[in-house]
């Protein structure tokens, strides 16, 4: 069941735009106002939640170190599992980030007859991680070339990368293939991984079924419904999305919309789900810390000014409690105490 609800959730969307665009008058809500109320939730809600964890305080310095910190100047220390300056971390963030070094170092445990306990490497994730990933990235950057006029070359450089196969005619890019792909096998992970099946929940599963749905009403419009899609209305609402000045002028195909409604759809889910790791990795006091706790001081902002308090002040301050309580104090009560 917590993958049934997820997939119901995507096809009613689906349903929803379909039979939507289908009402006269509709189409302006779906094809502006709803991606502009999808964009104002993404950026207002990302913000937010960037603001919030930059606000978080770090009480010391939490850095996950997996090699040999800097102790001796004479002893070899990992610059990057153990960084302790500024260019060290970056180097390390920077590997993070583009080359997903985490989940390339990832391992698997298992248990064998005897009972023995084994640790293996396991590369499969990190190679399903990156492919989804970079085609999402690749896609995303293609798409520019409807809301810019003229396209840039980086865009026309990607595309044609992208496209450099030249499969089919119209040209089926790669990330088509490898973006499905990718989905397919972090989809199939959660259903065969036990482990991982047992701790998936349904906000798991939702965002996968709703790219994999953002993925196929791509691939049908550019493949399959062609002939019923007008690329040249579609270039004139990116365009005009994008200086404030929407317009449809045309019918566009209900295909079009429901693949914007599921876009939209994501993007005002995007801030409040788990796939805010792409602005919580920034973020994280486990990989952008140095780990210099032995070298600089951490004081805590929020400590309160603490006064020297020197053992006679608390003696002068406590010394009728300690007598009643038989603790010995250098100085007895006054004579006239009891008065």
């Given amino acids: 069941m917590k993958y049934i609800f997820p997939m119901a959730a995507v096809i009613a969307l689906v349903l929803i735009a379909w039979i939507g665009s289908k009402i006269p008058g509709m189409q302006y809500l779906f094809g502006v106002v709803v991606p502009y109320a ?17 606000k978080s305080p770090v009480p010391f310095r939490i850095p ?6 800097y102790t001796l100047p004479w002893i070899k220390y990992d610059k990057l599992e153990a960084p302790v300056n500024t260019s060290q971390v970056v180097a390390r963030m920077f590997l993070e980030i583009v ?16 009972p023995k306990l084994t640790y293996e490497s396991s590369k499969w994730l990190w190679l399903f991680g990156i492919l989804f990933h970079y085609s999402f990235l ?18 026309l450089a990607v595309e044609f990368m992208d ?26 992970r959660r259903l065969v991984n036990r482990q991982v099946k ?54 566009i195909s209900s295909i079009f919309y429901i693949h914007l409604f599921l876009v939209s759809t994501l993007l005002a889910y995007f801030p409040y789900s788990k796939l805010m790791h792409m602005g919580g990795v920034f973020l994280s006091p486990t990989r952008n810390l140095p780990n210099n706790s032995r070298m600089v001081r951490h004081i805590n902002p929020w400590n309160p000014d603490i006064r020297p308090h020197s053992y006679a002040g608390y003696e002068d301050e406590f010394r009728e409690f300690m007598v009643e309580n038989d ?13």
């Fill in 38 to 54: 999808a964009i104002a939730t993404f950026v207002i809600g990302f913000c937010y939640r960037v603001v919030q964890w930059a």
């Fill in 64 to 69: 996950t170190t997996c090699g040999q910190g």
């Fill in 99 to 114: 080359l997903f070094r985490s989940l390339w170092r990832n391992t698997k445990a298992e248990i064998h007859d005897g």
């Fill in 138 to 155: 690749t896609i995303v950057l293609r798409h520019l070339r409807l809301f810019l006029d003229p396209v840039p070359g980086f865009v």
């Fill in 163 to 188: 496209s450099i196969l030249q499969i089919g005619a119209p040209t089926m890019y790669l990330t088509d293939v490898t973006i499905v792909l990718g989905l397919l096998l972090l989809f199939g």
């Fill in 198 to 251: 047992y701790i998936s929940l349904a906000n798991d599963y939702f965002p996968l079924f709703l790219i994999f749905g953002i993925a196929v009403s791509g691939i049908l419009m550019r493949f399959y419904i062609r002939t019923d899609v007008d690329i040249i209305s579609i270039k004139r609402l990116a365009v005009g999305l994008a200086t404030f000045q929407p317009a449809i002028l045309t019918d």
């Fill in 327 to 339: 603790i010995p104090v250098e100085k007895g009560l006054p004579e006239n105490s009891g008065e």
